[in-house]
């Protein structure tokens, strides 16, 4: 069983920065691949990004291309997730997920957090 805890959300004005974090605990943590969710209001819930459990792999859906940045720390069992030049659009619940196949940590997570929001305004 994988613990995974949000923070770092809140209130930014567009073209801002924010980098939230995922706290994971748990077994084999460090094995896992991770990534991040979003959900707007009254939208399906999106893949943001996913990174490798050896960190050597990242895959991004192209909104946040060249703005957002995943990483992790293992020793830290800490996932980050770097967000510039933020958009009104951006705004959103963002979850942290896990899996053991970054396959489907990008398509069907077996584990999440509980979301951090993060407003943009304009």
């Known amino acids: 069983q994988v613990r995974l805890v949000e923070s770092g959300g809140g209130l930014v004005q567009a073209g801002g920065s924010l980098r939230l974090s995922c706290a994971a605990s748990g077994r084999t943590v460090s094995s896992l691949a991770m990534g991040w969710f979003r959900q707007a209001p009254g939208k399906e819930r999106e893949f943001v990004a996913a990174?490798?459990?050896?960190?050597?792999?990242?895959t991004y859906t192209n909104s946040v291309k060249g703005r957002f940045l995943i990483s992790r720390d293992n020793a830290k069992t800490t996932l980050y997730l770097q967000m510039n030049t933020l958009k009104p659009e951006d705004t959103a619940i963002y979850y942290c997920?896990?899996?053991?196949?970054?396959?489907?940590?990008?398509?069907?997570?077996?584990?999440w957090g509980q979301g951090t929001q993060v407003t943009v305004s304009s």
């Open positions: 997920a896990a899996d053991a196949s970054f396959r489907m940590v990008v398509n069907d997570p077996g584990s």
């Open positions: 990174i490798s459990w050896s960190a050597d792999r990242t």
